[in-house]
C-alpha cells in the first residue's frame, strides 16, 4: 500500500506541474522579433538593417511613389498570435527618412488555451529629425475568450512626423460570433523628446465588458478604429478639419485636435468601411502634413 503524499511531496509534484505546463505553452508559442532601420541614401531610401528571430520578417522595400519613400510589407507567415505568443517590433527611421508599413492581411489573436495566458504585440518606432513613418495594418481581429495585450510607442525627434491607425475588430460580425469573453489592454502612445504628446487607451476587463455596450464604451459595435496624425504645429487645420468632417458614412466617425494630433475615430460593425475612411481621412492629410499626395500601397489593391 502507497503511503500517503505529505504536503511538501505535494507541493513539488504541483510546482513540476505548473514548470510543465510553462514549459509546454513556450514550446508550442512564438517569441517572434523583428528589427527595421531605414535610411536616405544618394539613390533614396533604403532598408540599412533588417534583423528577425522567429516568424516576422520583411521581404523588401517597394517603391510605388519613387525612391524617397519606402513601402515595406510585414509578414507573419502564422497569421495570428495562440497563448504565450509575443511579437515585438522594433523601426527606426534616420534622419530624412520615409517608410510606410502595412501588412499584407488582417492580424488574428486566438481563443486562450486552457493553460491561461495572454498574446502580444509590442511595437516600438523611432523617428528622428526630418522623418516620416506611417503605420497602415490591416485589421486586428480578436476571437472571443482571447487576452491581447497591444502596445504602440511612437518616439519623436525635432520635426518627425507619425500617422498611423488600429483598426480592431472583436469577434467575428460577419459569422454573428460575438466576442462575449476575453480580454484587451490597447495602448498607444507617442513622445517626442522624453514628454507624451498622445496617450490613448481601450482596456477591456475580462471580469467587466460593459464597456463592450455602455455608451460611455464601444455601444455594442465590434469594430473600433483610431488614426493619429501629426504634430500640427505651423499649419491651420480650419479647412482640413472642415474637409475630413464631410466625410459621409452613417456610422460614428469623429475628428478631433488631441494637442499638436490630428485623431480620427470610428465605431461601426464592418472592417472594410472602417479601412475606406480612415483611407480617405489620409488622403485628405498627407498632403497637408507632408505636401505629398496619398499613395496606396499596391497590396491593398490585391
Known amino acids: 500500500m502507497n503511503a500517503p503524499l505529505n504536503s511538501k511531496t505535494e507541493l513539488k509534484i504541483t510546482n513540476t506541474q505548473l514548470i510543465q505546463k510553462t514549459q509546454n505553452i513556450r514550446r508550442s508559442s512564438w517569441q517572434a522579433h523583428l528589427r527595421l532601420s531605414f535610411a536616405k541614401r544618394q539613390r533614396g531610401v533604403r532598408l540599412v ?130 466576442f462575449d469573453t476575453g480580454s484587451l489592454n490597447q495602448k498607444m502612445q507617442i513622445w517626442r523628446e522624453g514628454r507624451i504628446l498622445v496617450n490613448e487607451s481601450l482596456v477591456i476587463d475580462e471580469d467587466d465588458a460593459s464597456l463592450l455596450s455602455g455608451n460611455a464604451g464601444l455601444r455594442g459595435h465590434p469594430v473600433h478604429a483610431l488614426m493619429l496624425a501629426g504634430p500640427f504645429t505651423n499649419t491651420d487645420q480650419t479647412d482640413l478639419l472642415e474637409q475630413l468632417r464631410q466625410i459621409s458614412t452613417e456610422s460614428l466617425f469623429a475628428i478631433s485636435l488631441v494637442g499638436e494630433f490630428m485623431a480620427i475615430r470610428y465605431l461601426g460593425a464592418c472592417t472594410e468601411e472602417a479601412r475606406n475612411l480612415l483611407t480617405e481621412a489620409w488622403k485628405l492629410i498627407r498632403p497637408v502634413l507632408i505636401n505629398k499626395p496619398a499613395t496606396e500601397p499596391r497590396i491593398w489593391a490585391t
Open 49 to 178: 538593417n533588417s534583423e528577425h528571430e522567429g516568424p516576422l520578417y520583411v521581404q523588401k522595400a517597394f517603391y510605388p511613389e519613387g525612391p524617397d519613400c519606402a513601402h515595406v510589407y510585414l509578414l507573419h507567415p502564422p497569421g495570428g498570435l495562440v497563448t504565450g505568443d509575443t511579437l515585438s517590433i522594433d523601426v527606426t527611421a534616420q534622419t530624412g527618412s520615409h517608410v510606410l508599413l502595412t501588412t499584407p492581411g488582417a492580424g488574428r489573436v486566438y481563443k486562450m488555451r486552457e493553460q491561461g495566458g495572454v498574446q502580444t504585440q509590442n511595437l516600438k518606432i523611432s523617428i528622428d529629425e526630418n522623418a516620416v513613418v506611417e503605420w497602415f495594418p490591416l485589421e486586428t481581429i480578436l476571437f472571443p475568450s482571447s487576452h491581447a495585450r497591444m502596445n504602440t510607442q511612437i518616439h519623436l525627434e525635432g520635426n518627425a512626423v507619425f500617422m498611423g491607425w488600429e483598426v480592431t475588430c472583436f469577434g467575428l460580425p460577419a459569422n454573428s460570433v460575438r
